[in-house]
């Protein structure tokens, strides 16, 4: 078997593949604590995972945990991942907890986290020390490179003929939160030298980061240092396993200004710095939990910067913004962030307080799971038992797809070949998927519509004194790629195709009189 791989396929569309298929990860990310304990995974996870049509799950691995003792390496946790994943018959992408998660330096052993002085830290610019490990501390990029390897090496030697491992994330949401940049005397030295080379030649700029970037030196100087080390970190670890390696951005969002969120993170405005220090990172992937989560896949989705989101939120609008991921998108990944929570009973699942989420700028609603297993497995399904189709119509005027982007989104009129067709979204109602939808165009007149909270009317082309009709409407359902029909619908059931809160799809063959 190869090496998973992230390549283009024969269309020059970025394609994830597995044992040389291509593979889609329908996937969720599990709480951050919960691998640490498999006792825990197996009675509070991997159960809860079932019914979700899923085939990959995120799971951190602690640093902490791995190398509890300097220079020595436990991989215990990480086997008994791999082998409970194998049983369950899902792969695994795996986030590395290393020198930075959520900007903080959480995950760092005890023996980093004790010695101050020679792993150091970020500082304010009153000199106030923050929780987070610079990036300009040499010894500690030295040290997370020589973890991440051993890591990479060890799971290719226990991994690489089955392929459970298919992704690796490369630390988590990193970036400096709480200033704008780091103050330390190292890192202030550096700021007021000549940018390097590599970056005189990205921005066509010159002198030191102030005279050449202006108000935007800070954000620019940390994505460059940001950048640097996890690309160190990250092609030493592929040289021992070439698996795929991504990293993932906490968003650039309000009140906007530097330190809000992590400064130097891979935010959008700072992906040509990212994309040239961090070559050996497929993707730079959004961490999604605003209410535009549609504008953000569209922002993060380029050529280059195949989308692949390994967070988002889990309400029932996941549902939605899942179908537009895969099949508007060309999605890598989807993966809603506290899968396992899925199968609860919406009233135990924990929130975070309401000051925390405000003061983080998440959506509140994005916690709440009512109907959300239900309306995730649909559309799991359907890129699961779709994906034969999608194949053969993805990268092609064939294949459109549309999800609402906002209160003052309506809908959206489309045209075909041989037919426009007017969209209209249903209004926005918690607990309800977005309104969304999929077309297929199989022959002039004959279509593939998927979607939920919407409704469509065909119309025949401007300047054709006719009017377009159903020839044969009919509900049903795709299993592994072909088309088990269901009722055929006319009379009162075919007046106004509309589709409902669970995704689902019908085929619509056309004729004009």
């Known amino acids: 078997m190869s090496t998973p791989v992230v390549k283009k396929d024969e269309k020059g569309i970025y394609t994830l593949f597995v044992n040389d298929k291509p593979f889609f990860c329908r996937s969720g990310e ?57 049983k369950e018959d899902m792969k695994l992408i795996f986030l590395w907890f290393g020198l930075w998660k959520n900007s903080e330096s959480m995950y760092v052993p005890g023996w980093m986290k004790k010695d101050q002085e020679k792993y150091f830290h970020v500082e304010k610019v009153n000199g106030e020390k923050l929780n987070i490990i610079s990036p300009l501390c040499r010894e500690a990029v030295e040290k997370d490179k020589s973890a991440f390897s051993n890591i990479m090496k060890h799971i290719r030697e226990y991994d690489e003929k089955e392929s459970t491992v298919i992704v690796m994330q490369v630390e988590n949401e990193i970036g400096v939160l709480g200033s704008e940049r780091d103050y ?88 040509k710095i990212w994309k040239e220090i961090a070559k050996s990172l497929f993707a730079l992937a959004p961490d999604i939990y605003v209410p535009y989560c549609a504008d953000v896949i569209d922002e993060y989705t380029y050529d280059e910067n195949p989308l692949f989101i390994p967070e988002i ?22 993966s809603p962030f506290g899968i396992e929570e899925l199968s609860l009973d919406p009233s135990v699942v924990d929130k975070p307080p309401m000051e925390v989420m405000i003061a983080l700028n998440i959506d509140p609603s994005a916690f709440d799971i009512t109907g959300s297993k239900e309306k995730l497995s649909a559309a799991y399904g359907l890129i699961k038992n779709m ?26 009129f489309a045209g075909f070949e041989s037919y426009d067709v007017a969209i209209s979204y249903s209004p926005r109602m918690a607990t309800h998927p977005l309104g969304n939808v999929s077309i297929f165009e199989l022959s002039p007149n004959k279509f593939i519509i998927v979607g ?25 359902e795709f299993i592994n790629g072909e088309w088990k029909p269901g009722r055929i619908l006319n009379g009162d059931e075919k007046m106004t195709l509309k589709f409902g809160d669970i995704p689902k799809a019908y085929i619509a063959e056309l004729y004009k009189y």
């Open 30 to 86: 599990i709480h951050n604590s919960s691998a640490s304990n498999m006792d825990f995974m197996e009675k509070e996870v991997w159960e809860r995972l079932s019914g979700l049509n899923m085939n990959s799950v995120i799971v951190p691995l602690y640093w902490e945990q791995i190398e509890e003792e300097e220079g020595k390496y436990d991989f215990t946790l990480i086997d008994s991942i791999i082998d409970k994943a194998r």
């Open 184 to 271: 330390c005397k190292i890192a202030n030295d550096a700021f007021d030298s000549k940018i390097p080379e590599v970056v005189e030649k990205i921005y066509d700029a010159k002198g030191s980061w102030k005279e050449a970037f202006g108000d935007d030196a800070e954000e620019y100087f940390m994505a460059y240092y940001y950048a640097k080390a996890v690309e160190e970190i990250a092609s030493t670890g592929k040289k021992e396993y070439d698996l795929p390696c991504y990293v993932n951005a906490w968003l650039k969002q309000y009140p906007w200004y530097r330190g809000s969120y992590p400064t130097g993170g891979p935010v959008r405005g700072v992906h």
């Open 313 to 334: 939120r889990k309400d029932a609008v996941a549902s939605s913004y899942c179908l537009y991921s895969f099949f508007g998108k060309n999605a890598i990944c989807f």
């Open 387 to 412: 994906e034969p189709i999608y194949l053969k119509y993805r990268g092609t005027e064939h294949l459109k797809s549309f999800v609402r982007h906002g209160e003052n989104d309506f809908g959206v």
């Open 452 to 476: 939920a909270e919407c409704s469509l009317k065909f119309r025949a082309k401007p300047g054709e004194d006719k009017k377009a009709d159903y020839l044969k409407l009919e509900e049903g």
